[in-house]
Antibody, heavy 118, light 107 residues
Framework: QIQLVQSGPELKKPGESVKISCKAS????????MHWVKQAPGKGLKWMGW????????TYADDFKGRFVFSLEASASTANLQISNLKNEDTATYFC???????????WGQGVMVTVSS | DIQMTQSPASLSASLGETVTIECLASEDIYSNLAWYQQKPGKSPQLLIYDASSLQDGVPSRFSGSESGTQYSLEINSLQSEDAATYFCQQHHDYPYTFGAGTKLELK
């Protein structure tokens, strides 16, 4: 069955970095795009961008340019999100989600809670 | 950016009732709209895409429709498991944006 399994929760201090992984199984990894979505505590969903799993090309929403990096370990069917210079406002759950060429999200990871606190 | 104005923010309904949730797009999104259900502590689940296409495995009591830039999600014959927060998402143009969500409570 199709699964996106994300890494575990993270507790970080401001200024540190974090890397979150999303391992896909049950389908051909490079046939689907991978997107990243942020959900701050008690808030709604915010699309961060996506990565073309065939070419490795990332596309970032404006609010996520600079400190956020999408990457792949295609041989391991894994997408990664790295956030550098963490700020308190990065405290959120981060989801990976796959899509076909049409960017709605049919499978989601379970989410990773990242807490940034001094 | 395309703004998605979702209403109501919350609603309460009884088992067996029918409810409607709406999303108004700030511009034409050409039916490129999806609806998701999210339960506490869980990831969102796709219900509807392309405004009215039912995702595989989703009960037929969920349906989507559109009128101009107004999109609606209707849930018929409410069941206890339908208590959740519902989000719309436009998948027409970058950045893909979500509505603020509607929290559905069952009486």
């Amino acid at each position: 069955q199709i699964q996106l399994v994300q890494s575990g929760p993270e507790l970080k201090k401001p200024g540190e970095s974090v890397k979150i992984s999303c391992k896909a199984s049950g389908y051909t990894f490079t046939d689907y795009a991978m997107h990243w979505v942020k959900q701050a505590p008690g808030k709604g969903l915010k699309w961060m961008g996506w990565i073309n799993t065939y070419t490795g090309k990332p596309t970032y929403a404006d609010d996520f340019k600079g400190r956020f990096v999408f990457s792949l370990e295609a041989s391991a069917s894994t997408a990664n999100l790295q956030i550098s210079n963490l700020k308190n406002e990065d405290t959120a759950t981060y989801f990976c989600a796959r899509s076909t060429i049409a960017p709605f999200f049919d499978y989601w990871g379970q989410g990773v809670m990242v807490t940034v606190s001094s | 950016d395309i703004q998605m104005t979702q209403s109501p923010a919350s609603l309460s309904a009884s088992l067996g009732e029918t409810v409607t949730i709406e999303c108004l797009a700030s511009e034409d999104i050409y039916s490129n709209l999806a609806w998701y259900q999210q339960k506490p502590g869980k990831s969102p689940q796709l219900l509807i895409y392309d405004a009215s296409s039912l995702q595989d495995g989703v009960p037929s009591r969920f349906s989507g429709s559109e009128s101009g830039t107004q999109y609606s999600l209707e849930i018929n014959s409410l069941q206890s498991e339908d208590a959740a927060t519902y989000f719309c998402q436009q998948h027409h143009d970058y950045p893909y944006t979500f509505g603020a969500g509607t929290k559905l409570e069952l009486k």
